[in-house]
């Protein structure tokens, strides 16, 4: 599924992994646009470092699996390292989306995303969970 380039690139991007990450991609062979191209993608991805594991599981037959990630549709992508922060990619991580799939792969790895000392105290004074969602179209 990559281009030259665009391998090129992200394995340069994935160089600097700091630990593991694990990318477990949720599918369906039946109704569902794009399972077998992020199956592909994803396949891609963790050709490039030895720091990458993919695991696939069945939406419809690993339902045990989809129940401990909380995962409800397809295709799905769980980017999780030592810890499973609830980082989820809904749809195909292709486009504007491959670089956002790259970073959260280095911050997992890591086990800490890039903010300000402002916004950790911001999230550090919530007193409950949040759900947060971040919606991307390129329209």
């Excluded at 993919?54 to 990630?69: H, P, R, S």
């Excluded at 409800?72 to 992508?77: G, N, S």
């Excluded at 989820?88 to 800490?112: C, H, K, Q, T, W």
């Amino acid at each position: 599924m990559l281009t030259g380039r665009d391998r090129s690139e992200a394995k340069q991007g994935l160089q600097s992994l700091a630990g593991r990450v694990r990318l477990i991609n949720f599918t369906q062979e039946l109704a569902c646009q794009y399972c077998r191209e992020t199956e592909l993608l994803l396949k891609d991805v963790a050709e490039l470092s030895e720091l990458v594991d993919l695991t696939v599981f069945n939406l419809q037959i690993d339902k045990a699996e989809a129940a401990a990630y909380r995962v409800d549709r397809v295709p799905a992508t769980v980017v999780a390292g030592e810890k499973d922060h609830g980082i989820r990619f809904y749809g195909i991580p292709a486009g504007y989306e491959f670089a956002s799939l790259l970073d959260a792969m280095r911050d997992v790895a890591r086990g800490s995303a890039d903010l300000a000392p402002a916004s950790r105290a911001a999230l550090a004074g919530l007193a409950d969970p949040i759900h947060l969602q971040v919606f991307v179209t390129p329209t």
